[in-house]
């Protein structure tokens, strides 16, 4: 499942989530569930973020950086926002992590 973290941390957002909302749908026929605007990066980040950028070794340097979970929650990898989303090595990745059995 792909989940968006919209993040003012880059200075390029609208002002209400659901401004953010709609013109991610309208430009981009998002259809994955977005969250409310989120810090992504230094003292500011949120606990999840943190988290993230811990594991990695790598916090969000700029709108759209990607984190990979495995089923069992863990980190896989991350992608920077010059991935694109299609790129043949995330998707390859995805499809990977959508192969492994699901952990009980």
Not at 41 to 57: F, I, N
Not at 75 to 99: C, G, H
Request: proline fraction near 6%; hydrophobic fraction near 40%; charged fraction near 20%.
């Amino acid at each position: 499942m792909v989940l968006g973290f919209p993040s003012n941390d880059f200075a390029q957002e609208k002002s209400s989530n659901k401004e953010i909302a709609d013109f991610c749908e309208n430009t981009f026929g998002v259809k994955f569930p977005m969250f409310a605007k989120t810090a992504v990066r230094g003292a500011d980040a949120s606990p999840l973020y943190k988290q993230l950028a811990q594991l990695s070794g790598t916090a969000p340097k700029w709108n759209f950086h990607k984190y990979l979970l495995g089923r069992d929650g863990r980190l896989v990898d991350n992608y920077s926002s010059m991935t694109a989303p299609d790129s043949k090595s995330l998707v390859r990745a995805i499809e990977q992590q959508l192969a492994m059995a699901t952990p009980r």
